[in-house]
Structures are given as C-alpha cells and as structure tokens.
C-alpha cells in the first residue's frame, strides 16, 4: 500500500511539474500537426493554411496542416479526439463531425461533446445554392419549381455525408416540398468538379472555393443560405429574399483540441489564434474569400458547439434526418 501511495504521490507532482513547465511558456517546443477534416480545395484546408502561417509565426514553431477526410469530417476529428493531449496534434473543425453527425449518425467513434475541448472559433461564412448553367433555372422559386415538374431527376453534391451542404441540402428539400437526390463526396472539391462538369446539377458549398466559377460564369448562383447578401456577390439574393425563409446555412470554422488537454496550452492556443485572426492581413484575407473573422472566447465558443447541438438534435427529429 505505501508503494503504491508513493507511486501515486509521485505521478501527480510529476504532472504539476509538467503543468508548471506548460505555464511557464516551454509549450511548444515541436512542431504542432493542425488537423484538416476536409480534403485539398476544401474551404476547411483554404481557411485552415491561412491561419497556420501566423500561427507558426507567433509560437516559433512550423504548424503543419494535415488532410484527413473522409466520412463528412468525421473521420480526422476521431483521430483528433484521440491523439495524445499534449496540445500538438490539434483540428481545424466544422459543423459536420461536431454538432451535425453526432445527431444524425445512428453510431460514432466519439463523443463530439466530451471528446473535444475547443479552443477557438475562427471564422463564420454563409453557404451558396449553386447550379451548373444548363441547368434552366435563374433564381430559386424557378429552380423549385423545376424540381416539381421533374422530380428524382436533380442531382445535388455536397462535400460529404453531414456537411453544412447537405444539411443545407435537407433542410431546402423539407422546406420547398422537393425531392433531390444526394451525391457525397470526399471533399468539396469533387463535389464542385462534377457539378462544373454537369454530372451533379446543384452543388450546395460555402463561398471561397467557388467564388471564381460563380464570377467566370461556370456556376450560377442562385441564393445565399444567410439572412444577409455577401458583398462579394451582391446581386445574390438571400433564401429569405427569394422566397424561403428558415433555410438559412451558416458554417463555422474553428480550432479544437483532445478533451483533456492541459489549460495552460489551451488558453495559449487561443490567444495565439485570437492574434492572428484579429490581423489587418488575416482579416483581408478572410474577407476576400467571403467570410468574417471571429475571436470569441474558449467558453463562447464552447456554448455555440453546444447550442447548435441541441438545435440539431431538436431539427433532425423534426425532418426525420438520419445519416448513414
């Protein structure tokens, strides 16, 4: 019993030692691996490479974005979820694998709200109802309309089963009465090239992967999920404007770690994202691509994962949304 009790004395002041290096600002001392739940193209890997360039900047240490996609996001927030939780193996997450998934999946790898711990909400961007140009369609109460008259013959990509695009996707069908037919994808970026491509009709995305398409005319778009107009694209009405009101769709972009993860480096983390999100440079850089900068506390961020949550869970039993 006294060697066990000496064990135990020992590892705990073993872990405040470590604590006490951690405040003391010996963190990070190595790389850190910043986790892109999306694939290359994605508006999770653009948003995700902008911030890791400050970031390594203000620790003195490379930030290495890694893709791990796959199963609308859900696959690199598990292996977020479970790396070691030593503030460097962090993810750069979304609604999908957080506050989306978890409700409509009947089964999960983890447990998005026990799992994670966040650190800092980094960004928030309205999604586009998109249509390739053939498509005989030039404002949303036309493409309604054009589902009605021919229906299971409208395709619509998404980035992935449990994306804010397919959830977008869902919540259209339930609210205009239509029927389109889903096409996941790995990644946003094969979701948008088959739809240039006309093989999917309607791609529903966020805005900086396909502002160019929309500006070359290669995509038409047709409604902002947002309850305002971006200024990039001022002559897109919102889903409220053209007649849908309630189908609003805004992503988050934001940085969470391992539940568990020592305070000391979260609150640093934080800190650190809040720095660099507040920059003239960084903020310039988000709003070329559409998106607004935020920088609201760890807790802040932490009750909008958790409210979101619970709306929906209360929406999906609602429309009967389950996602295998």
Known sequence: ???ILQLTV????SLA???TALAEGKWPAKPIRLIA???PG???DIIARLVAKPLAE??????IVENKPGAGGDLG???VAKANKDGYTIGFASAGPITVNPNARPKMQYDAMKDLAP???VATGPNVILVNPSLPVKNLQELIAYIKHHPDTVNYASAGVGTSGHIAGELFQHLSNTRILHVPYKGNSEAITDTLGGRTQLVISGVPPILSFVKSGKLRAIAMADVKRSPLLPDVPTVAEAGLPGAESVAWYGIVAPAGTPPEILDRLHDEVVKAVNSPQLQEQFAALGIVASSDSRDAFGKRMADEYARFKALFKQINLTIE
């Open 42 to 44: 994605s508006s999770i």
């Open 10 to 13: 020992g590892l705990v002041l």
């Open 119 to 121: 650190v800092a909400l």
């Open 37 to 39: 739940t999306y694939g």
């Open 77 to 79: 927030t598990d292996y």
């Open 58 to 63: 203000q620790l003195g240490q490379p930030v």
């Open 17 to 19: 030692t470590v604590s």
């Open 1 to 3: 019993m006294t060697k």
